[in-house]
Each structure stands twice: as C-alpha cells, then as structure tokens.
C-alpha cells in the first residue's frame, strides 16, 4: 500500500535499560512505536561486575557515566508492547576497522541471538556510529547486511529519506542526551 505525507520514526541505540524504564512509557502515552537496537553480547551485563567485557564501550561512548544495559527479558517486554527489537552488532565494533569475515560473524550472530531469544525474525540493523566512509565502508557492509537477509540498514547520517530512499542507506538525525539543543 502506497504511503502519503510525511512520517518520522522513533530508533534508540545500544540498548540500555532506561528504554525501557524512561522511554516505552512515555511512547506508550503517546501511542508511538519505536525502534530499539541492541548489542547482543551486552545484554544483561552490568558494570559493576562485568567491567572487563564493557570497559572498552565506555572508553569509545561520549556517554561518560556507566549505565545498565537491557536483559532478554526487558527485550522480550518491550517486544510485547509492540516495539521492534534490531541489532546494532554484537559487541559495538567499529565496522570500517572489521575484515569482511568479522563483519559477517558479528553481523549473522546478533541476527541469530535476538531471533532465538525473541521468538521473532530480527530485519533490521542500525549502524554503530553510523557515518559513511568513517565508520563504515559504503557498499560493504550495506551488502553484507542484505546477504545475512536483513531488510535494512540504518546510518547517523542526518537527513531525509524520500520515496526510492535505499533501504540499505537510511539517514537518521541522531540526536544524545548531552547535546545542547540546536
């Protein structure tokens, strides 16, 4: 069915827990549906005793404080309310530092934990960091995203997507809490 008019969509990154608590209640008052990207081998951990495995996140984040991240179960809840669970990669890896073959590792094992804890298919992938030619390698990783079969790939760069838009080259205006308003 052909869509008219003008629409935005809601996608958050990373998937910590304030998600769930702060944003699924406010999007539920509002009726909006929302996008959330996890990286897989992050859930359920905590800071406090799995620094060695999340330490290297916080030394590459602008996010300067340590905050929880999602278990299953908080995905599996905000599933339930009707909101879509993505992948944003295992581990945050930067994708244009990655060999072809890492890329598809990270990419297919992030699919395959969220379809097998979800119960439902994972289409789609938001980019970490997200800028072209900096963070990833344009064609590459779009390519590689679509082979693994999913339906698209989201990037930070900022701007509109129109009719005919790429669905392997979706801007998005990535906006963070500590940002001055512009």
């Not at 958050?12 to 304030?18: E, L, M, P, T």
């Not at 908080?74 to 530092?97: F, P, V």
């Not at 989201?154 to 906006?175: C, E, S, W, Y």
Request: hydrophobic letters at 35%; charged letters at 25%.
């Amino acid at each position: 069915e052909k869509i008219s008019g003008t629409y935005f969509s809601i996608t958050f990154d990373d998937g910590f827990k304030n998600c769930l608590t702060n944003a699924c209640e406010i999007m539920l008052k509002y009726q909006c549906k929302g996008a959330f990207f996890v990286l897989t081998d992050f859930i359920g951990l905590h800071f406090e005793s799995n620094q060695k495995e999340l330490i290297q996140f916080y030394h590459n984040s602008t996010n300067g404080n340590p905050v929880e991240f999602l278990t299953w179960e908080d995905c599996q809840e905000i599933k339930n309310m009707g909101m879509t669970i993505g992948s944003h990669t295992t581990n945050h890896a930067h994708l244009i530092d990655q060999s072809e073959e890492t890329l598809m590792h990270i990419f297919s094992e992030s699919k395959q934990k969220i379809e097998v804890n979800l119960g439902v298919p994972c289409e789609h992938f938001a980019c970490t960091w997200g800028i072209p030619g900096k963070d990833f390698i344009v064609g590459r990783e779009n390519k590689l995203i679509e082979e693994i079969g999913y339906k698209d790939f989201l990037t930070t760069l900022r701007g509109a997507n129109k009719a005919g838009t790429d669905p392997f080259f979706i801007r998005r205006d990535h906006v963070l809490a500590n940002w001055e308003i512009f």
